[in-house]
Each structure stands twice: as structure tokens, then as C-alpha cells.
């Protein structure tokens, strides 16, 4: 049976995991900052512009409540479709000088899994295992295959 919420509830949050230290979602409200300190987040990147859409709370809004607990707050304003080399960089710099966990949000999550995912391929995982990882908690990212495979790290001829 599906639960009801009425006009002035909402759903619980929207939290998957795409790895170890990695967790992404849609777009959040600073009221579910509390559900990301349950998951011990230790630093939230939020990959929307400012402003995309209407309904969107400010960053700062964001911002307020998770520094009130100790998340730290990053942006990379990632346009819809057009993940740059430098936002690659960005990501994989924040998440890696991260003690805990990381929780990235856009409007629905896809465009974090996808930075997460093409930061993963330069730190040598296989497309297939990437793609995989993102189907099973619900993002399509085949799309992006090509570039997964043409983005992996090299690997070291050991022979």
C-alpha cells in the first residue's frame, strides 16, 4: 500500500548509494539535513546552478543548515548535458578530501551520479562495473559510455 502525505507533509528523502562513500538524490530542502546526518554525510555537493528552477531552494538556504551540524557545503553548477573536464576535477577533488561521506543532489539526482560516475572511471573502475553501479540504484547513465571507457585511467603494462 503506498503511504499518503498530506499538503504540508512530504515524502521522506530520497538517499541511494552509489558506493562506500558516495551518496546521491534529488534535489533536498534544508529540512532534510537531519536525514543526512543519520548517514553520517560529512560534506553535501550540490551540482544544480543557482536559480535553475523556481521552486528550488537557495543555496544558502542549504548551506545554513547543514553548517549548523558540520557538513560542509560545496556547488559545482553543473548545466544539464554538458558535464566539463573541470567539473570532473571538481568532484573528485571535493570527495577526496572527505573523511566520510559525500551526498551530491541536482533535480533528480542524474547529474550527480554522473560526475560521480566519470570521476569513478579515472580512478581506473571498468564502464561496465560504473554503468552497472548507477543502474542498480535507478540512473541510466549508458549514455555517457563512450566517455566512461575514453576517460578511464590507463593501466600499467606490468610485464
Given amino acids: 500500500m503506498l503511504a499518503k502525505f498530506t499538503a504540508t507533509e ?4 530520497h538517499i541511494i548509494q552509489l ?3 558516495t551518496f546521491v538524490g534529488p534535489q533536498i530542502l534544508a529540512s532534510d539535513i537531519k536525514d543526512l546526518v543519520r548517514h553520517d554525510i560529512r560534506k553535501i555537493i550540490v551540482t544544480r546552478p543557482e536559480r535553475e528552477t523556481n521552486d528550488q531552494p537557495a543555496l544558502v538556504e542549504i548551506t545554513r543548515a547543514a ?16 558535464i566539463t573536464d573541470d567539473d570532473v576535477s571538481a568532484f573528485g577533488a571535493i570527495a577526496a578530501l572527505t573523511s566520510g561521506p559525500v551526498f551530491a543532489y541536482c533535480r533528480s539526482g542524474l ?27 535507478g540512473y541510466d547513465i549508458s549514455a555517457l559510455s563512450a566517455r566512461l ?8 603494462d606490468r610485464t
Avoid: F, K, Y
Wanted: charged fraction near 10%; glycine fraction near 6%; charge should be positive.
Fill in 67 to 82: 553548517t549548523a551540524v558540520g557538513i560542509e557545503v560545496h556547488q559545482i553548477p553543473v548545466v544539464a548535458g554538458c
Fill in 149 to 156: 571507457v575514453a576517460d578511464a585511467a590507463p593501466t600499467v
Fill in 10 to 13: 512530504r515524502p521522506p528523502m
Fill in 111 to 137: 547529474r550527480a551520479t554522473s560526475l560521480w560516475a566519470l570521476h569513478q572511471a579515472r580512478t581506473g573502475r571498468s564502464a561496465n562495473h560504473i554503468i552497472h553501479a548507477a543502474q542498480v540504484a
Fill in 19 to 21: 558506493d562506500a562513500l
